[in-house]
T-cell receptor
Framework: AQKITQTQPGMFVQEKEAVTLDCTYDTSDPSYGLFWYKQPSSGEMIFLIY??????QNATEGRYSLNFQKARKSANLVISASQLGDSAMYFCAMTYQAGTALIFGKGTTLSVSS | EPEVTQTPSHQVTQMGQEVILRCVPI?????FYWYRQILGQKVEFLVSFYNNEISEKSEIFDDQFSVERPDGSNFTLKIRSTKLEDSAMYFC??????????????FGSGTQLSVL
């Protein structure tokens, strides 16, 4: 069975600093996808970044990068130059096949202060 | 950018009543999903739908729940007899993956269901 673990219930960072949000996963499938979503206080789920299990390079999307360490089964999200608007809940998630469930971690609340 | 639309944004109902949550997925998407999030907890998968049938469902998705795509645009979740524990934010999502695992789900903004 697949499992996603986010061990940091809350993280605090100063504006303009970088922050890493941890995510580890467990699966026996060789082919899978890893995702990060942002959920601001307004409640919507915003896609941030995707990493495929066969991708050779770590994914990057603007200020977001995914530190993918396959052997350690970790997929940490790195946010560079934090902004106040980054304050939100962040969810790591994975899936192994189209049309199947996206399994979410419990989330990490990020608070960015000025 | 195209978006998934959910209505209503808030729904209040009495325990035992039926509710229908509505979603309009992105028009060229093929896979449709319902997820729920109880306040302060993680997002939980309910059901996925493809080619006019359920492709996967979780243990939460019992006989009280049903999904339907009544026409070419809407995708609905029906809860037949609501319970207090059904109170949650319900998210609809859709996707159109070209690569099997590159399944970027587009989420709607959710329907907050409150069962009294």
């Amino acid at each position: 069975a697949q499992k996603i673990t986010q061990t940091q219930p809350g993280m605090f960072v100063q504006e303009k600093e970088a922050v890493t949000l941890d995510c580890t996963y467990d699966t026996s499938d060789p082919s899978y996808g890893l995702f990060w979503y942002k959920q601001p206080s307004s409640g919507e789920m915003i896609f941030l970044i995707y990493q495929g299990s066969y991708d050779q390079q770590n994914a990057t999307e603007g200020r977001y990068s995914l530190n993918f360490q396959k052997a350690r089964k970790s997929a940490n999200l790195v946010i560079s130059a934090s902004q106040l608007g980054d304050s939100a809940m962040y969810f790591c998630a994975m899936t192994y096949q189209a049309g199947t469930a996206l399994i979410f971690g419990k989330g990490t609340t990020l608070s960015v202060s000025s | 950018e195209p978006e998934v639309t959910q209505t209503p944004s808030h729904q209040v109902t009495q325990m035992g009543q039926e509710v229908i949550l509505r979603c309009v997925p992105i028009s060229n998407h093929l896979y449709f999903y319902w997820y729920r999030q109880i306040l302060g907890q993680k997002v939980e998968f309910l059901v996925s739908f493809y080619n006019n049938e359920i492709s996967e469902k979780s243990e939460i998705f019992d006989d009280q729940f049903s999904v339907e795509r009544p026409d070419g645009s809407n995708f609905t979740l029906k809860i037949r007899s609501t319970k207090l524990e059904d109170s949650a934010m319900y998210f609809c999502a859709s996707s159109n993956p070209k690569v099997a695992t590159n399944e970027k789900l587009f989420f709607g903004s959710g329907t907050q269901l409150s069962v009294l």
